[in-house]
């Protein structure tokens, strides 16, 4: 119950930033306004959700954004892509370009057309502007009855704590927008259709995850209030694509011709994190005994099940699976990887290194590699190697706060106190930890040994954790909030007397 409520505060603070005083039109709400949410929402957001950001898993999803953004003329942002670990079938489109989907999501989707399908519709939500729309409607309401329905939403809505949110902020009187309208909703599946043909996939792909959610919605109906739906009404969206299918004739390709490997590897490294272990052996052992499943599914199942029983330290039995799949995909290097991460679980640590190095050498961008080769020259005690793959890692993806926390483990081996508070506290600001993060930036200011770019350095990561504690919906701010409304009501009384 107390986590729960830490995450209904951290949502408050989350929507409560969206609010600016007053109703005004949605052009006031400027783009670089948009941004600055953005940054402070993704601070937030950490501290609410826990964040499935291996650097594979985060760089499969941006590369994938990569491509919506190249054929969609996207302009004002600098779009990011976010997994979040949650079992809710959903996705969104925050302030400023930051998109989330959910593992839930993402574990109901059969092929990667599905999935940027969603990815172009979400997108097209951010190119139209209809986030900023959203907010000055919802700006119009009490901001407390707001960001109450939402925790809700961000609770899952089927339990009682959700629900209990959402029906106090009804009962208090206030009309709640909290879902994009029709027109909206169309905007974005007309885009997403559009891009889907520039992109040369399946836009069919639409249609079926749409009646995926369709199910999903119906199954969910007598558990979970329509006005807790963040896209809603799947069938008018279902008959309106459906509809573009048909003005233009069956699709040239009625079966989407797109290579899912990397798809489902993702999927399935995600599942492994999530899913009870026995659910997902026996799905896996299902759909590889299955009649019906291709030969690709099959051995895509061989390497689900390599992830279980790495996690079940069955090391064995995973390298077994492993080489079961390389035989079919010799020529992907991201497996090579994979084998290293059991070859080092399972301690042979030369090995590791062996197989990781060929993997990094055969796509130095892989940052999974990179990311995995910094970690065995770790247990090799190669200080001076690892590291500057850790760097690398954090150049490339300077969101993911692990490697952080690498790198100040290894400045604390090395006696250098100073600089591991310094990553040890962007480690913990990733991580949502703020008094921690705090505590750590305070010490590197006071430490007049270190440089003078990591105490300027560390003054911008306190001066970014100061706005999140006093800016619009923090504690602070109510705190002053309600001693304002005090001191009126003081000097109202006077004025009666």
Not at 45 to 70: C, H, K, M, T, W
Not at 437 to 445: H, Q
Request: net charge negative; charged share 30%; no cysteine.
């Amino acid at each position: 119950m107390k986590k729960n409520f830490q995450k209904i505060w951290a949502i408050v603070l989350v929507f409560s930033f969206l609010h600016i005083s007053g109703a005004r039109p949605a052009v006031a709400f400027t783009v670089g306004e948009e941004r600055e949410v953005g940054e402070i929402l993704l601070y937030q957001i950490r501290l609410a959700f826990p964040l499935i950001d291996d650097p594979d898993i985060s760089q499969y999803i941006n590369d994938l954004g990569a491509e919506v953004l190249r054929v969609s003329a996207a302009q004002f942002f600098d779009y990011r892509f976010f997994v979040i670990k949650n079992k809710e079938f959903n996705a969104f489109a925050a302030p400023s370009g930051l998109i989330f989907f959910h593992s839930g999501l993402i574990e109901t989707m059969n092929s990667e057309d599905e999935l940027v399908s969603v990815m172009a519709h979400e997108v097209g939500h951010v190119v139209s502007r209809h986030i900023a729309s959203r907010m000055d409607k919802g700006s119009k309401v009490g901001i407390g009855a707001m960001a109450l329905a939402i925790a809700g939403l961000a609770l899952g809505g089927g339990g009682v704590a959700g629900q209990a949110l959402v029906a106090g902020s009804m009962a208090a009187g206030q009309a709640l927008n909290l879902h994009f309208s029709r027109q909206d909703e169309e905007e974005a599946d007309l885009l997403s259709y559009g891009w889907m043909k520039k992109l040369e996939r399946d836009p069919v792909a639409m249609e079926k995850m749409l009646k995926t959610m369709r199910r999903i919605t119906r199954y969910r109906m007598d558990q979970i209030p329509q006005y807790l739906l963040t896209h809603p009404d799947p069938e008018a969206r279902l008959g309106y694509v459906q509809s573009l299918i048909a003005v233009e004739g069956a699709p040239l390709n009625t079966q989407s011709q797109t290579d899912d490997f990397s798809f489902l590897r993702a999927k399935y490294r995600i599942l492994s994190q999530i899913e009870d272990e026995g659910q997902f052996r026996n799905f896996l052992a299902t759909k590889m005994s299955d009649s019906k499943s291709s030969p690709f599914e099959k051995t895509m199942a061989r390497y689900g099940l390599s992830q279980v029983e790495r996690e079940a330290n069955n090391y064995e039995r995973s390298h077994e699976l492993l080489r079961e799949v390389m035989s079919a995909y010799p020529d992907r290097s991201i497996l090579l990887v994979d084998l290293g991460r059991v070859e080092l679980a399972a301690g042979n640590k030369d090995k590791a290194l062996e197989l990781i190095l060929k993997g990094a050498r055969q796509d130095p961008e892989d940052m999974w590699a990179v990311f995995q080769l910094a970690k065995v020259y770790l247990e090799l005690g190669k200080l001076k190697e690892a590291e500057a793959n850790f760097f690398t890692v954090a150049r490339e993806i300077p969101e993911y706060s692990k490697v952080y926390f690498e790198i100040g483990k290894i400045r604390s081996s090395q006696g250098r106190k100073g600089e591991a508070s310094f990553y040890l506290g962007k480690h913990y600001l990733y991580e949502g930890r703020i008094e921690l993060a705090k505590e750590n930036f305070l010490r590197v200011v006071k430490d007049q040994s270190l440089s003078r770019d990591i105490r300027e350095n560390a003054e911008v990561q306190l001066a970014t954790i100061e706005r999140l504690e006093d800016g619009p919906g923090s504690k602070k701010e109510q705190e002053e909030e309600r001693q304002r409304k005090e001191d009126e009501e003081r000097r109202s009384r006077r004025r009666l007397f």
